[in-house]
Structure formats: structure tokens, C-alpha cells
């Protein structure tokens, strides 16, 4: 990631030791050294996690707990690999003394007689990446203008979006449904996308606002007073400084999509069902195919899976940033 | 160009979603090349800018929610009919326990959930594995509500007490070894409720978790030190130190959860399908609008979730900017 041209020391992201320390060291930072340095509040506190562990009864407490928390995950997923006449007749902890491993689930549900997971699969890629990309890159337009340009009725304007974060999605369903109709897009890929896109919007203007608005003024002005129009600040200026910000937006709004039941449910016609739409109607229709369940419950988790495992980082910073959808 | 709307195959589909994307990037790159052009006027540049966001706003969140509530006070041939909608909704004994069943949701999950997420971040602060306990506890968050709740259906699940029969979920297994009766656990109300609850709980916990360690990591070292030297620790540093430090952080988890749980759907939805006495108004809204052909009730359901939403939602806000201040 590209950091703008002056200060070292301009996150952009990291939440936590916020604006007040916003230095800017004229010339380089390495020559005039007090000794011995004292060490930020970080820093000491990384001494101190190397040095200073709570009690090893409460690590292994918490260890025990953590794990005791995940056993009912784990049992469902040991479940997907056996054998659909053990998953019905024993429990899944009885797998350790009689181990038989299977992949049948998985492609029975994937490409089976009646479920098609596969699909589906594809389905929730395709509604998912549209409706990360679509509100981010709309929001983004919108949060400059709400944090750059200075027009006649700006605060209202913002004020108004950001708290329409607080409509529940379910207030704007039906009516939403009767304008796609009217339109001839009803049941359409196009539908999800809107959808999703209009329901992450205030959140997400609101949230780019708040990491432009981190951004010290002083680069801006910097940059207009070298003769740089609104495209070039935009590229040059915020978005090498704001890619923690857009990662951590993304990651969410990906998860919340992928996860999504209501809107699909509401909207999705039969050709686009997404994963969630197809196991939420196989729990009640096959409630007692747990091969079945298990190994689609798992294709339907494995992406978000991996994303949150890899990304945690991104996903929790948006979080503590305010990022909560409802 | 009737693919463009009738999807069927894969490649239509990868092809209608990159036409989406590029089409979005197209707006953005004329919004963002007409921006800086001399003669464009400042006017134009911000509607460029702002337009597309507020419109799809406009269309798709205001405009929609306001008939909704019109909706709300009339009855299925659209005609007006007052608060006829929301009396039968408040008197109603079916609808009645679909209230008493979301209040009990509102109550405890956030309860339960921030409790034991507070509880967790102060045991595991600082602990060996501290990064993998966390996200072990975190991780049901990011699997899909309708994934826990087949992960819980699972647990939850009944075989008869008989010769030659075991159980396969985890729960009446454990019921079965001390010595108990297997139950079907989702069947009978009103605990039924408290075993979907549970789902929640352990869905929002690790959310709980994860904002209050950093509330608990953001505490002033020096208060800890006075503190320790005064010579407190464990649980008096913990209800003296810790707690009042955290406070608001606890107030925007607890009303954030509660939030989340008036609207959930999808649990009640997968396990029950609102059976058994265990629907809730986001369900219910549901099951009302597109079942039952109620779309009036529905909105009524509706506008009251907007109703519920909007005092948590403004003491959320006014307790994140007590904590931001803090900081």
C-alpha cells in the first residue's frame, strides 16, 4: 500500500491511538533522538504482553472455554464426512473410535439429483460481488463530497443519510418489490444488487466520512495548492491513504451479502438462488437429511470462513470503527 | 436482451455481473472526469458526486418506507382503516406471543451475550493464546445466522428413548448421560424460545467480546498501576477499575445486540419456521406479508420494528460519542 508523499506516521485506519498524535516531523525522524528514547504507550504495552501474562489458570480457562464454544461447529463438520447411515444412527463423537471418512455428502449436495450447492455456489458469488463493489464505490463518491466540497446544504444532506441507518430493511421490502415489477426487473440478479447496495449506502457514506475526515486537512490543501483538481486529490491523496478503510468496509459488506437470507428470500427468483436461500429451505423441507444439511451447511460457510480467518485483522477494525450493521 | 434479466445458465450470469461492475465503474469514471472541467459548475460537480448515492437512497429507502407506513393504516383492498392494523396486532393472542416472544429475545440476548462477552475479554486480556481463543469465540460471527442455526438444529436434535436407538445430538446425549430423558428441545413453549435465544447469544457473544477488549486494552496503564499499588486486584480491580472504565463501550454493545436481534429472521426461520409459538416480529412480518397474504399486518409489523429501533438506535449513537470522547 502506497503511503501519500510527506508524513510516515498517517494511518488511515488504525483505530485505536486516533488524532490526537498526528506528528509531523519536519525532515527525517531518525537524527534527533533523545536517549534513551522513552517508548509509546504500543510499544510498552508490547514489552509488557511479552513479559507480563494474567495467570495461567485464566489462559487455560479461556483456552477451554474457547474451544467447549466451537465443539457444537465441529461436530457438524465431522459430521459432513461420514457416511449418511452413521450421522443418522450414532452421534458424530462416536467418529474417533470408528473413523469412516466420506466425500459422498459434499458431492451428493453439490451436484445431486435433487439439490444443486454447486449453483448455488455460484449464485451467491454472483450476487455477492456486485453488491460489495456497487455501494463502495457509490459511498466513496458521496464521502468526498461530504467531507471535500463545501455546498449549500451539506450538513443537512449528511445528516439525513447517516441516520437512515437506523430503517430496519424489512420497512422498504414490499414497496421495493412493486417499483421492480413495474420496471420488468422483478426476480432478476439486477434486483439483489439494488437492493443491497441501497441498504448498505448510509452506513457506508458514513463510515468512508469518518476515515476521510482522519485524513489531515493539511495533505488536501497541500495538494490544491500544487493545482490538483478533485480527480487527482481522489486518487493520489485518498485512496492510497483510505485501502485499510475500503478493505475493512468490504469485508463486511462481503460477509453480510453472502450471509444475507432476507433479501434473497424476498427478491431471488429460482434461476439466482444464493447458498443461504437453498439451505434454509433444505432444513425445512429435508430436516432430517443431516448429510445433507451438514455438508451444504459447510459449502454455504466455508468462503466467509476463510475470509474472516484471513482478513480478521480488516473485519475487526471495521467493527471498533463503528461499523455495525444492525 | 432478455439475458439481461433471465439469468439461467452460469455464463449469463458472469456476464450479467461484470456488465453490473462495469457499468458502476462507468458512472464513477464520468462523475470523476467531468469533475475537474473548467466550465462544469460547482452545483453540477457535487450532484455528480453526491447524486447517485442520494437517489438510490431516495427511491429505495425513503420513498418505499413511507408507503410502508401508509400501508400500515390501510386494510388489504387499500382502503384507510386507522389503527385497526396495530389493534389487532396488540390483541390478538397470537400476535401477543409473538410480542411477549420478541421482547424476550430484546432481553436476553443482549444481556446474556454482552455478559459473557465482558467476562471473556477480562479473562482472556493478556492470556497465552489470547489471539486464538478470541477468534475461536468470534468465528460464529462470520459464518451465516441460517450455518448456526443448522449447527445448532444439529445439537438440538431428538431420537426416541429407545432400546437400540442413540441419540445424535449433542444436548440429549448429554441429558441421556446423567440419566435424563431425551427432549425435543424446540417443541414446546415457552422454552422452546430460550433454546433459539441461545443461538443468538452465541452468534453475538464473540462481537460482545471483541469491541470490549479493546475498551478493556484502552484503559490507561496508569489507572491499572494506581490501582494495583493501592493494592487492588481480581475481581475488586476488575467491578472498581475495569467496569466504570468500559461503561459506555458496554452500552453501545448492549444496544448494538439488541438492535441486531429485533431484526433477525433467519434463525427463527431455519429452526422452527415460526412454529410452535416461536415466531417474532421480523419473522412474523415475513410469514404475514408473503404466507398469509397480510401485507397490511405486515407493515404494521414493520413500522413497529421501526418504532423499536429508533430510541436504541439514538442512545446507541449519544453512548458512542461519550466513549469517543473518552478516548
Known amino acids: 500500500m502506497s503511503q501519500a508523499p510527506t508524513t510516515p506516521d498517517t494511518p488511515g485506519g488504525e483505530h485505536h491511538g486516533s488524532p490526537t498524535s498526528k506528528a509531523t516531523p519536519q525532515g527525517s525522524d531518525v537524527t534527533e533522538r533523545k536517549e534513551p528514547r522513552k517508548l509509546t504507550r504500543k510499544e510498552q504495552r508490547a514489552v509488557d504482553a511479552k513479559t507480563r501474562l494474567t495467570s495461567p489458570w485464566a489462559s487455560a480457562v479461556a483456552l477451554v472455554l474457547a474451544i ?68 463502495i464505490s457509490l459511498a466513496l463518491l458521496a464521502a468526498y463530497a461530504f467531507a471535500w466540497i463545501d455546498f449549500k446544504g451539506r450538513g443537512f444532506l449528511f445528516v439525513a443519510v447517516f441516520s437512515l441507518q437506523v430503517v430496519p430493511i424489512q420497512i422498504a421490502l414490499i414497496p421495493l418489490l412493486t417499483q421492480y415489477v413495474r420496471f420488468g426487473i422483478d426476480g ?139 | 436482451m432478455d439475458f439481461l434479466v433471465e439469468t439461467t445458465s452460469a455464463g449469463q450470469k458472469i456476464v450479467v455481473m461484470l456488465i453490473a461492475i462495469a457499468l458502476f465503474l462507468l458512472v464513477m469514471a464520468v462523475v470523476l472526469w467531468a469533475a475537474d472541467k473548467p466550465r462544469v459548475p460547482k452545483w453540477l460537480t457535487v450532484v455528480g458526486f453526491v447524486g447517485p448515492a442520494v ?35 396488540f390483541t390478538t393472542p397470537n ?87 431425551p427432549q425435543q428441545w424446540l417443541l414446546d413453549p415457552p422454552i422452546n424460545n430460550l433454546f433459539l435465544i441461545a443461538v443468538m447469544v452465541w452468534i453475538q457473544a464473540g462481537f460482545a467480546m471483541t469491541i470490549l477488549s479493546a475498551a478493556i486494552k484502552s484503559i490507561p496503564d496508569e489507572i491499572i498501576e494506581a490501582a494495583k499499588m493501592d493494592g487492588v486486584q481480581g475481581f475488586s480491580m476488575f467491578r472498581y477499575v475495569t467496569l466504570p472504565s468500559v461503561r459506555p463501550s458496554v452500552v453501545v454493545v448492549v444496544t448494538t445486540i439488541a438492535m441486531a436481534t429485533l431484526k433477525v429472521f433467519d434463525i427463527v426461520r431455519t429452526m422452527t419456521g415460526g412454529q410452535f409459538n416461536t415466531s417474532i416480529v421480523a419473522n412474523e412480518f415475513y410469514s404475514q406479508s408473503f404466507i398469509f397474504g397480510r401485507p397490511d399486518i405486515g407493515a404494521a409489523l414493520a413500522v413497529l420494528l421501526f418504532i423499536l429501533v429508533v430510541p436504541i438506535i439514538l442512545y446507541n449513537i449519544r453512548q458512542m460519542r461519550l466513549s469517543e470522547e473518552q478516548r
Do not use: C
Open chain 2, 95 to 181: 400476535f401477543r406471543t409473538v410480542l411477549r416472544n420478541t421482547a424476550l429475545w430484546v432481553v436476553l440476548v443482549p444481556l446474556i451475550a454482552t455478559g459473557f462477552g465482558l467476562m471473556y475479554a477480562t479473562l482472556v486480556d493478556r492470556a497465552f493464546g489470547e489471539k486464538f481463543s478470541k477468534t475461536l469465540v468470534f468465528l460464529p460471527m462470520a459464518i451465516s445466522m441460517v450455518g448456526a442455526s443448522i449447527i445448532w438444529k444439529f445439537v438440538y436434535e431428538f431420537r426416541p428413548d429407545q432400546p437400540g436407538v442413540e441419540q445424535i445430538g449433542l444436548l440429549n446425549q448429554l441429558v441421556v448421560l446423567i440419566g435424563f430423558e
Open chain 1, 68 to 135: 467447549l464454544w466451537s465443539v457444537p461447529t465441529f461436530g457438524l463438520f465431522v459430521s459432513s464426512f461420514r457416511p449418511e447411515n452413521a450421522i443418522k444412527t450414532e452421534g458424530w463423537w462416536t467418529f474417533f473410535s470408528n473413523p469412516e471418512v466420506t466425500l459422498e455428502n459434499y458431492d451428493t449436495v453439490l451436484f445431486g439429483p435433487s439439490t444443486d450447492f454447486a449453483s448455488a455456489f455460484l449464485n451467491t458469488v454472483v450476487i455477492t460481488l456486485p453488491a460489495v463493489f456497487i455501494p
Open chain 2, 55 to 89: 437517489l438510490l437512497i431516495t427511491a429505495g429507502l425513503i420513498y418505499p418506507a413511507v408507503l410502508t407506513i401508509i400501508t400500515s393504516f390501510e386494510n388489504t383492498s387499500g382502503d384507510l382503516v386507522g389503527f385497526d392494523n396495530y389493534a389487532t396486532i
Open chain 1, 188 to 326: 432478476s440478479l439486477w434486483t439483489l444488487w439494488l437492493s443491497h447496495s441501497i441498504f448498505a449506502l448510509p452506513l457506508a457514506i458514513f463510515l468512508l466520512h469518518n476515515f476521510m475526515m482522519d485524513i489531515p486537512r493539511s495533505l488536501i490543501e497541500a495538494a490544491r495548492v500544487d493545482g490538483a483538481g478533485h480527480v487527482k486529490i481522489f486518487f493520489q491523496v485518498l485512496l492510497p491513504l483510505l485501502v485499510p478503510a475500503i478493505a475493512s468496509f468490504s469485508i463486511f459488506q462481503f460477509l453480510w451479502v453472502w450471509n444475507d437470507l432476507l433479501v434473497a428470500l424476498v427478491f431471488a427468483s429460482t434461476d439466482i438462488r444464493p447458498l443461504t436461500l437453498e439451505i434454509s429451505d433444505l432444513a425445512g423441507s429435508r430436516g432430517a437429511e443431516w448429510h445433507l444439511l451438514s455438508a451444504g451447511a459447510f459449502i454455504a460457510m466455508v468462503v466467509p470462513l476463510l475470509v474472516f480467518l484471513g482478513l480478521q485483522r480488516f473485519f475487526v477494525r471495521g467493527l471498533l470503527a463503528g461499523g455495525v450493521k444492525g
